[in-house]
């Protein structure tokens, strides 16, 4: 098939990041679905990587936006000016969570929020010392790379930072690595890319008291599993623990770049002197970004979508019943649908794509589809895309590819 003037230029003039892009020209989106240039639509089942938590562009969000944007964008670097949006996003994270989590330094993505507070934990503690988890992603800059836990993302750009330590997920005897040097333990409170992995209560139990016996900070990554995506509005409420610091990004945008790490006056107060400015940014907490975030959080506490995310997690796992599916993984609205091998679900992907359903798989289980729609997905619209998926799963198992 011909490739239009724009699809010829996102290829010679765009940076790819693989070699097979989805190459679905973008024309607009709307709820829950992405419209191309031809007029076809696509249902986005993954909610652009877990961004688009209130749908594409839900009215409160656009109001937000054109109403910031008729008072000012870019004024000054982060922290200088007093900006009302950002205060009132502030303010408001700070009433959903626990004391003393109560300071917020936002940022422009997920990496950005990692790096920050790897560097914040390093400052306040004075040790170099970090613990993560086998398969745990913290995002694709140095920092946060380095903090991840798959060697084959990291090893071509090796050598990373100093000090890593990687544990099993989940396993308690690991924990024993946790010591008096250690700054921090940076750790997703449930692991995304590598397919969907919970821990238990009792894990998590043992975790932070290791941190709080040894001063070492908690570091809670819920770039992909807070804002409500579990069924909390942060996934660390299922284990009846509480982070150090927290990280946020993705969900909380409503589709507009945004990412903050949390923490107390106390630990947070550790940038602001040796040396003054230690961590700045320059767009970190955009105006038109914090009141797009102000209006997701608030559409998300307003239409009671946490509520709905157990039952509408319940329904995907009711219908998607096949005898390809191997098993199905979630917490929540986060979810792993397990196949054989990723040369099956690869071609289940692109017969999905091809019927109007975008879906992908996960950076470290490249065998389970990703399935994390927008929370305001309708019971409708969950039997609507179980069916077409079924049809496309059966489709690959009537022809299967010959060797």
Wanted: a neutral charge; glycine letters at 8%.
């Amino acid at each position: 098939m011909s490739k239009s003037l724009t699809q010829r230029q996102f290829l010679q003039l765009v940076a790819q990041t693989s070699e097979e892009p989805l190459m679905v020209e973008v024309a607009s989106a709307e709820g829950c679905y992405i419209y191309d240039q031809k007029g076809k639509k696509y249902f986005d089942l993954i909610a652009g990587i877990g961004v688009s938590s209130v749908g594409h562009r839900h009215p409160a969000v656009i109001d937000a936006i054109k109403a910031q944007a008729d008072k000012n964008l870019h004024v000054m670097v982060f922290g200088e000016f007093i900006q009302t949006p950002q205060v009132k996003l502030a303010e408001a994270l700070c009433k959903t969570l626990p004391d003393p989590l109560e300071v917020t330094y936002f940022v422009n993505s997920g990496s950005e929020a990692a790096e920050g507070a790897l560097k914040l934990a390093k400052r306040y503690t004075g040790r170099f010392k970090m613990i993560s988890c086998i398969d745990g992603y913290h995002g694709s800059s140095h920092g946060a790379l380095s903090a991840s836990g798959n060697e084959m993302l990291k090893q071509n750009f090796r050598p990373l930072l100093p000090g890593f330590q990687h544990i099993a997920f989940g396993n308690v005897s690991s924990l024993d690595l946790i010591d008096f040097k250690t700054a921090a333990v940076i750790i997703e409170t449930v692991q995304g890319e590598a397919g969907v992995r919970m821990a238990n209560k009792a894990y998590f139990k043992k975790l932070r008291e290791k941190c709080s016996k040894t001063g070492a900070l908690l570091i809670l990554d819920e770039i992909q599993c807070g804002f409500g995506r579990t069924g909390k509005l942060w996934a660390f409420e299922h284990y009846g623990i509480q982070p150090d610091i927290l990280l946020a990004a993705k969900g909380m945008g409503g589709g507009m770049p945004i990412g903050c790490f949390i923490s107390s006056k106390e630990i947070m107060s550790s940038l602001k002197q040796n040396p003054i400015l230690g961590h700045i940014t320059t767009f970190g907490g955009h105006p038109i970004s914090t009141a797009a975030s102000l209006a997701t959080l608030e559409t998300i506490q307003n239409e009671n979508l946490i509520d709905q995310v157990a039952g509408k997690a319940l329904l995907f796992k009711k219908l998607l019943k096949h005898d390809l599916i191997k098993s199905i993984r979630n917490q929540g609205l986060l979810m792993a649908v397990e196949f054989e091998s990723y040369e099956v679900l690869k071609r289940i992907i692109d017969r999905a794509l091809e019927a109007g359903i975008i879906t992908d798989w996960f950076l470290f289980c490249n065998n389970s589809m990703r399935i994390a729609p927008p929370l305001t997905i309708s019971e409708i619209e969950i039997k609507e895309v179980c069916q077409t998926l079924l049809k496309s799963i059966e489709w690959v198992s009537k022809n299967p590819l010959s060797y």
